[in-house]
Every structure is written in structure tokens, then in C-alpha cells.
């Protein structure tokens, strides 16, 4: 099992609910990881980073959070987002992956936690090309 959009078009997704519905329409069932990031300061910024941060427009990202859920399990991303307020609501972005199950099986949630954490680890070191970051807005982001 791969953690990746290759089978689910990026240029199709202007929404998380595009994502549901793109998810919910692969040829096997899917399981969707999510890595909710925090925005921090970093001690050493410049004045300048510490202005913009301020803005709510820059910060380094660090994970705070993960879950891993079918499809299924959510209707929409406000539901994501109230779900979210249980675990933390300090969150600015969240990265989703999905995982792709065999068999007409969707992965379980165990099968899930291995491609989570490298998902993580990926997230840590600057890696995320392959997942989706979304606002809080459920608005997909670029990063530069």
C-alpha cells in the first residue's frame, strides 16, 4: 500500500468535498490520513517573519495531530473540523493522503498506522509533494 494522490486527480480538487467525492469514486476503497499542523515561531526570526506571523501568514509547521478515516466516516469538512476541537483546535493546515485498500477491502485503521507515520516523518523534512494541505477553510493551499 502507497500513500499518494497518483489515482486521484489534483487538478480536479478545488475543495476537501472534491476530495471525499474523488476518494469515494476510486476503484478500490480508500482510507484518508490526515497530519494536522500547528504554525510556531521560530525563536530566531527576523523581525520581518515575526510580522507575518502575526499576520497569520507565515511560521514553521509542525505536526500536532493525525487521525486516519474512511470516506465514509465523514460528510464533510466542517464535520472534520468539529471532530478536530476534541483533539486540539489549534491547528492551521492539515495534509491528506490516501491510502488505497485491494480487494474491495479498505485498509484498516492498523494498516493505516505505518504509511501514517511516514507521512509524519515525509511532513517533518520538508517532503510533502505528495499530500494535500488544506486550510481551515477546507480550500487546498500550494506551499512554498
Known sequence: MSISFDRINRVNISSFDDLLRAARQQPEPQRLLFVFMAAELPE?????????????????LVPLMCVDKTPDELTTFAALV??????????????????AGADGRAPTHAESEAPLQRMIEAIKSG???????????????RLE
Open 44 to 60: 530566531d526570526s527576523t523581525a520581518l517573519q515575526r510580522e507575518r506571523f502575526a499576520a497569520g501568514e507565515s511560521g514553521a
Open 127 to 141: 517532503s510533502h509533494g505528495n499530500f494535500i494541505p488544506f486550510n481551515r477553510g477546507g480550500q487546498p493551499v
Open 82 to 99: 468539529e471532530e478536530s476541537r476534541a483533539m486540539g483546535d489549534h491547528w492551521v493546515l492539515v495534509f491528506v493522503a490516501a491510502l
